[in-house]
């Protein structure tokens, strides 16, 4: 599996941004799709995940303002990023989960700056 992740850009605080995800072959009924983020001198730490069967997570700084999502029949995971703020700057990458490995897109910048 191959992931090509898009959408990412510079945009003013307030904003926003939808990230793409896409998958070289099917996403299947019981992958985990989810979105990482890595800040210049930080850990790439967890955004938000959605499960097979639908169930989304987000990490307590986004809630409210990010919306994970996937199409199945498209091949394809998305991040909707509203009210963006300077604090959310980060590549962002997606991951898909599929025991027992995990895969990785090759991240996309995101800069919030006024």
């Known amino acids: 599996v191959q992931l090509q992740a898009s959408g990412g850009g510079k945009v003013q605080p307030g904003g926003f941004l939808r990230l793409s995800c896409a998958a070289s072959?099917?996403?299947?009924?019981?992958?985990?799709m989810s979105w990482y983020r890595q800040a210049p001198g930080q850990q790439r730490g967890l955004v938000a995940t959605i499960t097979s069967d639908g169930s989304t997570n987000y990490v307590n700084s986004v809630k409210g303002r990010f919306t994970i999502s996937k199409d199945n029949g498209k091949n394809t995971a998305y991040l909707q990023m509203n009210s963006l703020k300077p604090e959310d700057t980060a590549v962002y990458y997606c991951k898909l989960a599929r025991w027992p490995y995990d895969y990785w897109g090759q991240g996309t910048q995101v800069t919030v700056s006024s």
């Open positions: 072959g099917s996403i299947f009924t019981k992958d985990t």
